[in-house]
């Protein structure tokens, strides 16, 4: 069935507010996986990542009376995925919740500089590998631009979708983008 | 990392980084947590569907109490602004002490009807005529009646008597006359003698009469409260008599509003009948 033909994600979300609870199976069967990621790829911890993934579900669920649509659901969902991955951090570790508010790309740069690890080269990785390689990647990005990309792939945020989400300008989500993407491609073609 | 890394274009989505990533990223939470969550989905909705049913109509029902209210403040304020011009209008609808005391009494109907639509005539005449037009038969063109002395008189030492008038309704809870502005007065005089006179209808007598006695503080000053002071606690044949004294003396507009009085007080009671001319 094509997408096109289903409600999209903003009627499903009103649908829900004005009471209907199948509404929201489907939603919450559209990005369950996609929030779930983002939120363990960013804590890297599974049993924190489902803690912090039912927190966001259940704001969503008590939110949903004053939900209007503003933008899309997306964005408004991996907003509250994201605000809730701020006071975590900011419980358990502060700096990396300061790196995912701040604006500065600069200090991203940095950072992602002091963090970049050696490359480790093999010739011939199979995909199997090479996604594997790609996790590891991803894991070792700044916060903010491992938060970009992520949300780029599992939420399919556009640049000024990431930007609403995290709170940034858009340059700067911009910018968070592209060093990411360019340091994973820099780390898988090595 | 180049300069050149962070100037790609940002619509640029690497497939191969895509496809990648989408097979590589294949972690799902819990079953046992997506169950919790769409439990949990389903008991907000349905512990409150009231209040959502009711949150549709928070704003059909907060506007209509907002008309509500405004218009409802609308009429009060309309009314206490014409209570508040009730001096001036009064003092306008007043004739000279002397037209009260000298000027006779119409005597045919249809003059009292011209002159109500006219507003000519004085409106303590007007009152006194529309209070018991049945029971006090006009008089012959040419007679002038004895005109209410008593109350033209205590009418010039309004203020003083105005004062008096404020302590003994505080000292008669009973009777509580609503303050009827004279133009509203004018007005229902005016009502009853285009539609009824010369034999006006009992209802609209009653109500002359009702409006009469909520503007007598004003129309008839002290005088009414004063007697109603002595009276409050005396028994109707008290009452009777003394409404009978001041007919003798002339102050039959005194004597009507205490018959009014003595109406509302004492139902059952025989009401004092007015003796003729």
Not at chain 1, 65 to 82: I, P, W
Not at chain 1, 152 to 178: D, F, P, Y
Request: a neutral charge; aromatic letters at 4%.
């Amino acid at each position: 069935m094509p997408r096109d033909a289903e409600p999209s994600d903003e009627e499903l979300m009103s649908l829900y507010r004005d009471g209907d609870a199948a509404a929201f199976d489907t939603l919450y069967a559209r990005h369950r996986g996609g929030v779930y990621r983002y939120l363990l790829r960013q804590c890297r911890d599974a049993a924190t990542a489902e803690e912090l993934f039912q927190d966001v579900w259940m704001n969503l669920i008590r939110a949903r009376a004053r939900y209007t649509v503003r933008a899309k659901f997306t964005t408004y969902l991996y907003h509250l995925a994201h605000n809730r991955l701020i006071d975590h951090f900011r419980r358990h570790d502060p700096r990396v919740a300061v790196s995912l508010e701040e604006e500065g790309v600069e200090a991203a740069a940095v950072q992602n500089g002091a963090e970049d690890p050696a490359p480790a080269p093999e010739e011939a990785l199979d995909d199997r590998r090479r996604a594997a390689r790609l996790l590891e990647l991803v894991a070792q990005l700044p916060a903010p631009q491992r938060e970009a990309f992520l949300l780029q792939q599992e939420g399919g945020l556009t640049v000024e979708a990431i930007a609403r989400a995290t709170g940034v300008t858009r340059e700067t989500a911009k910018s968070r983008l592209r060093y990411a993407m360019s340091k994973l491609r820099e780390g898988m073609r090595a | 990392m180049t300069m050149n890394d962070a100037r790609l274009p940002e619509s640029e989505r690497d497939p191969e980084l895509d496809r990648l990533y989408a097979a590589a990223a294949r972690e799902e939470p819990p079953a046992a947590l997506d169950d919790a969550i769409r439990a949990a989905a389903r008991r907000e909705v349905s512990a409150r569907p009231r209040a959502a049913r009711l949150r549709a109509w928070y704003v059909p029902v907060s506007v209509a109490a907002m008309i509500v209210v405004s218009a409802s403040l609308v009429l009060l304020m309309r009314e206490e602004g014409a209570d508040r011009l009730e001096p001036e209008t009064f003092e306008r609808a007043q004739p000279p002490a002397s037209a009260a005391t000298e000027a006779p009494q119409p005597a045919a109907p249809a003059r009292d009807v011209d002159a109500a639509k006219t507003g000519e005539a004085p409106a303590v005449e007007r009152e006194a005529r529309a209070v018991a037009p049945s029971q006090k038969p006009a008089a012959p063109a040419g007679q002038a009646p004895a005109p209410p002395a008593g109350a033209s008189q205590e009418r010039l030492q309004e203020p003083e008597a105005a004062a008096r008038s404020r302590e003994e309704q505080a000292a008669a809870p009973a009777f509580a006359p609503r303050r009827d502005t004279p133009d509203r007065i004018s007005r229902g005089v005016a009502e009853d003698a285009s539609g009824a006179a010369p034999t006006v209808a009992p209802l609209a007598r009653q109500a002359s009469r009702s409006r009469l006695m909520a503007a007598s503080p004003r129309l008839l000053d002290g005088a009414v409260a004063q007697e109603l002071k002595h009276l409050a606690s005396e028994p109707p044949a008290r009452w009777r008599e003394r409404i009978e004294t001041l007919r003798r003396g002339g102050r039959s507009e005194v004597a009507e509003v205490l018959v009014a009085e003595y109406r509302r007080r004492f139902p059952g009671e025989p009401v004092p009948e007015k003796a003729d001319p």
